[in-house]
């Protein structure tokens, strides 16, 4: 049996020769060093299914993230069964799509909706979808709801909520419109400077819709949370190391 005589690992700073016998029966010589390089990403693939069984906010969800791309399928629910009667609250079922690639990232989400809220039980479905790289984003948020209770004379059945943003740097811009869809709209505009990462200031204009009156126009100002919520970094990669925990490059 022919073994290895081991040796010492080779470092960074050193080289190391060696004489190799040619069938020509010439010699060769080689000399390896080693240097510092980027490491080798490889996309990685995990699954996995999450569950949570408390009542009132029950969940399952599948995720299957592969490299910097990750899909979500899921059931949640939102409901309290405090007031005594049926319960309230919502239950959403759909999808989540995230990939953060190297210079642009983007997010979708997908979901179909059934609620019972304020307005009486209804059924729907909620978009989202996000585009950012660098400083900039922009975001269109919406969501759609049709009632199935009983309402009132003249109020529709049909209720849109869209929310359309855009954000460079500390300043951003928002347009959000609820209730497009009757008589009764309420449309804001709003220009934001962030002063934190999780604070801003913004200027605004409502302006409010009633039936038989002229549009009823607020300007005002604000100083809220930032909600903005876009792509997020979820990346699986299989790194190749050397023993020392660097990349080396063979020459």
Partial sequence: MIRRVPTTPQTRSEWRSATLDLPDKGTAGVTRTFHDCPCSEVDDTRTGVFYNPDLQSLAIAYKHCHGA????????????????????????????????????????????????QGGGPGVGGHAKLVFQGGKWQVQLDSKFIRQLGTLAPGTTVNHLDVNLGGKYGNYSVEFNAKDILSNTADLTGAGCYSLSENL??????????????????????????????????????????????KAVCLH
Wanted: glycine content about 16%; aromatic content about 6%; proline content about 4%.
């Fill in 69 to 116: 791309t990750t899909f979500e399928t899921y059931l949640r629910t939102a409901t309290d069964f405090s007031g005594g009667g049926a319960p309230t609250g919502d239950v959403r079922i759909g999808i989540d799509v995230n990939v953060w690639g190297k210079s642009v990232q983007g997010r979708l989400i997908v979901e179909g909706v059934g609620q019972n």
């Fill in 200 to 245: 801003r200031i913004c200027g605004t204009v409502d302006v409010q819709e009633r039936p038989g009156q002229s549009p009823n126009v607020t300007p005002g100002g604000d100083l809220e949370r930032l909600v903005w919520r876009g792509s997020e970094k979820r990346e699986v990669f299989a790194v190749l190391l050397s023993h020392a925990g």
